[in-house]
């Protein structure tokens, strides 16, 4: 019996998937769909009547209470009951990015929804930066909530307030604040004008301290206990400053960050590790937003970043003469750490809005050997948002809820635990590990969620215990959604 007949069987013995799953037809449209409705199942704070995921319910009603501040709502960031303003803050720039870009793709009652997911998460961001010369960062001590096993709407644990205040610096947190309430102005400014005001004037202040007091957030004694290991910067605060002052540049046309953006590339490196995109590194999303200034208005002076973007691009095509990414055998692209999917999802999204950019000015991308049309940029997107569905050696969808088959054990608490409707008697902190240790399927579905993803090898495994590849997080989906808008509107790439 070959590898591949073991395989068969693991999956249909001891996990119920079934690797034959026919994925010749998917519906983008419906995944489109769940991927905004994700973000119910991760909400913090006052849920309102019309919350669509049923088995949650209120949560964290005194956060910020320490600080005699409301600091109530925004998401957690993944399986826990943690909100790290870093993540979160990304996760709203790339919702709202997916929704500048092909938000009139969408279907009106997904534009709407996407639009409710981005304002639970701004509302939030402006209580964040509300007051002068400081940023709250982080709510929930994670080192105690990691040690619990518990319901959002049980936490008993403490929710700590995590705060920087002037001269200390927080460039990477504020950078990233600004850049995600300077896109969702551009998000809501044809909707509510004047919440989009208010989301543009406070992310200039919020960039001012971001530059003012330039430096890494979690270099600060008391941030660092808090945000790391989870989201400690790793790749220092500079790229944040060049992406929020780009978002600034797009929402604003204010010719001073174009001067930010003309005269800082270079001390705040922004020809360094130009092939990454995540949470924690802007500069390969940086470099496609700037190119757009490149391509629409000849605005040579940042060609530098649109040489940057089309390298970046060129490592994305396996038949270029660049060094490439790595790919799974099935296809995936694959970079080791854990979530692996927030690679698949970030780098399918902005090869479809770099395509988009391209083909309003009739450009291609030269790669030495060959030029990489638009066209086979969305190529490469799609491979990835297929496999993502179901189109893999496993026959898995990686998004919960879509399709016959998808991981049943994900290591989230809510989605795990009995909710609160079904079982309203309080479930105490060790009390959960009972169901955190059962290789019963989670009783909850969070639909929508996109799991961390399966390894090198393409095998998934279904532990719950296996938080880097079962995890859901809110920066995986987000991008996820402009990429499933484009493809719902236009299923086979041209």
């Known amino acids: 019996m070959g590898p591949s007949s073991l395989l068969f069987l693991y999956l249909i013995f001891f996990h119920g998937f079934s690797p034959l799953v026919e994925s010749s037809y998917l519906d983008y449209a419906d995944a489109l769909s769940k991927s905004i409705l994700f973000f119910e199942g991760q909400r913090s704070g006052f849920l309102p009547q019309d919350q669509r995921i049923g088995w949650r319910g209120n949560s964290g009603l005194s956060d910020g209470?320490?600080?005699?501040?409301?600091?109530?709502?925004?998401?957690?960031?993944?399986?826990?009951?943690?909100?790290?303003?870093?993540?979160?803050?990304?996760?709203?720039?790339?919702?709202?990015?997916?929704?500048?870009?092909?938000?009139?793709?969408?279907?009106?009652?997904?534009?709407?929804?996407?639009?409710?997911?981005?304002?639970?998460?701004?509302?939030?961001?402006?209580?964040?930066?509300?007051?002068?010369?400081?940023?709250?960062?982080?709510?929930?001590?994670?080192?105690?909530?990691?040690?619990?096993?518990?319901?959002?709407e049980d936490m008993d644990t403490a929710r700590s307030v995590y705060a920087v205040d002037a001269p200390?610096?927080?460039?990477?947190?504020?950078?990233?604040?600004?850049?995600?309430?300077?896109?969702?102005?551009?998000a809501f400014r044809s909707v509510d004008p004047g919440y989009a005001d208010t989301l543009l004037g406070n992310a200039v202040q919020v960039f001012q301290f971001a530059d003012n007091f330039r430096g890494a957030y979690s270099d600060n004694a008391h941030i660092?206990?808090?945000?790391?290991?989870?989201?400690?910067?790793?790749?220092?605060?500079?790229?944040?400053l060049l992406w929020g002052a780009a978002w600034l540049r797009r929402a604003s046309q204010d010719n001073s960050y174009l001067s930010y953006l003309e005269n800082n590339g270079k001390t705040l490196g922004a020809d360094d590790n130009i092939n990454?995109?995540?949470?924690?590194?802007?500069?390969?999303?940086?470099?496609?937003?700037?190119?757009?200034?490149?391509?629409?208005?000849?605005?040579?002076?940042?060609?530098?970043?649109?040489?940057?973007?089309?390298?970046?691009?060129?490592?994305?095509?396996?038949d270029s003469s660049s060094?490439?990414?790595?790919?799974?055998?099935?296809?995936?692209?694959?970079?080791?750490?854990?979530?692996?999917?927030?690679?698949a999802t970030t780098i399918s999204f902005i090869l479809l809005?770099?395509?988009?950019?391209?083909?309003?000015?009739?450009?291609?991308?030269?790669?030495?050997?060959?030029?990489?049309?638009?066209?086979?940029?969305?190529t490469q997107a799609k491979k990835q948002v297929d496999y993502i569905l179901g189109e893999n050696p496993m026959g898995l969808s990686y998004m919960v809820g879509y399709s016959n088959y998808f991981p049943q054990r994900i290591h989230h608490r809510g989605s795990s635990l009995p909710s609160v409707k079904d079982h309203p008697e309080f479930?105490?902190?060790?009390?959960?590990?009972?169901?955190?240790?059962?290789?019963?399927?989670?009783?909850?579905v969070l639909v929508g969620a996109i799991v961390g993803g399966p390894g090198e090898d393409d095998v998934y495994g279904d532990d719950r215990a296996d938080f880097r590849t079962s995890e859901p997080t809110t920066y995986i989906n987000a991008p996820f959604v402009g990429a499933l808008a484009y493809f719902a509107a236009h299923p086979n790439p041209s």
């Open 323 to 343: 060094s490439h990414i790595e790919y799974t055998p099935g296809g995936l692209i694959y970079k080791p750490g854990g979530s692996n999917l927030q690679h």
């Open 65 to 152: 209470w320490m600080y005699n501040t409301d600091l109530t709502g925004g998401y957690y960031d993944a399986g826990d009951n943690v909100k790290f303003g870093f993540p979160m803050a990304f996760t709203t720039t790339m919702l709202a990015w997916s929704v500048i870009e092909f938000g009139d793709l969408m279907p009106p009652n997904e534009l709407r929804n996407a639009l409710v997911a981005i304002r639970w998460a701004t509302d939030y961001l402006l209580k964040t930066v509300s007051q002068p010369n400081r940023i709250f960062v982080q709510v929930g001590d994670p080192n105690i909530d990691h040690s619990c096993w518990e319901r959002p």
């Open 224 to 240: 660092r206990d808090g945000a790391c290991p989870f989201y400690c910067d790793f790749s220092g605060y500079q790229d944040e």
């Open 168 to 186: 200390n610096p927080a460039s990477d947190v504020a950078g990233e604040t600004a850049a995600a309430l300077a896109a969702s102005s551009m």
């Open 427 to 444: 479930i105490a902190c060790k009390d959960g590990s009972i169901y955190f240790n059962s290789t019963n399927p989670n009783p909850n």
């Open 353 to 378: 809005v770099y395509a988009k950019y391209l083909d309003r000015t009739s450009q291609t991308v030269n790669c030495g050997n060959e030029f990489v049309s638009p066209v086979l940029l969305r």
């Open 276 to 318: 990454e995109f995540g949470w924690d590194n802007k500069h390969a999303g940086l470099n496609i937003l700037v190119s757009k200034e490149v391509l629409d208005g000849n605005m040579y002076t940042l060609e530098s970043y649109k040489a940057s973007a089309d390298s970046f691009m060129c490592t994305l095509i396996p």
